[in-house]
């Protein structure tokens, strides 16, 4: 897993025979400014991209979004409301996982090195290149489990 600069996510898609679009390189630097936690949908990245005076249509933004998580550049996170988000996949040692609750949809991001390290000896010893690992736990969070009992 590497950070990516527009050259280096240029690079990587005349690699596979695709282009550097503006629509690329603006979504791409839209994941690499979000705040710490803050995932997207492709929805949300529209959105943003909208406010920002940018005209992509939401089939491009999906499009894209798949492709760029294909490539290992964007983790796909399966959270709790049932529908996909984005974040920019950091390389070690910013890569991180999730603690999801199942009832409000709170999210803690959380780090453990084992985990990776682990994916990474698996993928290795496999002989596949390793893209991302990562590890979602849905559970439920203390405040939703006081309001469980309090019923």
Known sequence: MVAYSPAALKAELNERGWRMTPQREIMLET???????????????CLRLEEHGEKVSLSTVYRNVKLLARMGILRE????????????????PHHHHHLICVRCNKTVEFKNDSVLKAGAKMAEKSGYHLLDCQLLIHAVCPTCQRSLTAV
């Open 31 to 45: 994941f690499q400014t979000l705040p710490k936690g803050e995932h997207l949908s492709a929805e949300d990245l």
């Open 77 to 92: 996170l399966e959270l709790a409301e049932g529908h996909k988000r984005y974040e920019i996949n950091q390389p070690a």
